[in-house]
């Protein structure tokens, strides 16, 4: 089946510092990757969608300067964290739509825990 | 605005039963929902797809059905386990996009 990575699994950094998480699509080539952001208890929240060769489309209220989404190839997109304080720690988590064996589902990465202190 | 919800209320239950999850939504009429399965610090799982033609699907133990006119969708498992034990999401794509809203999930507890 399609599988997602997400490098790091967990990243603890001080306020004020960037971040980037990267995710790739090990199988499969990604046209679109997905964003997401969970907070304990809470439901994953789209932050942007990905888009290879294109600019990512941000969800209203996300801040697209402070969230740098870069879709560098059919297999890789990061996200970058920057200037990231307190409020950013969360989970974060990317998916991937493997059109190849259907157009809705996602396969989601293991997720990445973000902390700043 | 389009809601989902789920009972956020832990469903605790013995081994061998029925565990039954809810997904209720508003203000919408997906073309299909999804249930997602997400453990303790992980990326969710994908589980079941179901379209609005469809009344029930079934995966094994698994077992989803899906009301379009109760805006409803249910999700079983039967013969459950502890391994079962999880959080359990249901998604729907916003209208003619692959972006989807997640509900904010049922914990579930198999107790052995």
């Known amino acids: 089946g399609a599988v997602v990575s997400q490098h790091p699994s967990w990243v603890i950094c001080k306020s004020g510092t960037s971040v980037k998480i990267e995710c790739r699509s090990l199988?499969?080539?990604?046209?679109?990757m997905f964003w997401y952001r969970q907070f304990p208890k809470q439901s994953l929240m789209l932050m942007a969608t990905?888009?290879?060769?294109?600019?990512?489309?941000?969800e209203q209220g996300v801040e697209k300067d402070k969230f740098l989404i870069n879709h560098a190839s059919l297999t890789l997109s990061t996200l970058t964290v920057t200037s990231a304080h307190p409020e950013d720690s969360s989970f974060y988590i990317c998916?991937?739509?493997?059109?190849?064996?259907?157009?809705?589902?996602?396969?989601f990465g293991p997720g990445t825990r973000l902390l700043v202190l | 605005s389009q809601k989902i919800e789920q009972n956020s209320e832990a469903l605790n239950i013995q081994e061998g039963k029925t565990a039954t999850l809810t997904c209720n939504y508003t203000n919408y009429s997906p073309a299909y929902l999804q249930w997602y399965r997400q453990d303790p610090g992980r990326g969710p799982v994908f589980l079941l797809l179901i379209r609005e033609n469809e009344k029930e699907k079934r995966k094994e133990r698994l077992k989803v059905t899906f009301d379009t006119t109760l805006k409803q969708s249910l999700f079983h498992i039967t013969a459950s386990q502890p391994a079962d034990s999880a959080t359990y999401l249901c998604a729907l794509p916003t209208s003619g996009t692959y972006k989807y809203i997640f509900g904010t999930g049922t914990r579930l507890k198999v107790l052995a």
């Open positions: 998916s991937a739509r493997d059109p190849g064996t259907s157009q809705e589902t996602q396969y």
């Open positions: 990905s888009n290879e060769g294109s600019k990512a489309t941000y």
């Open positions: 199988d499969f080539q990604a046209t679109t």
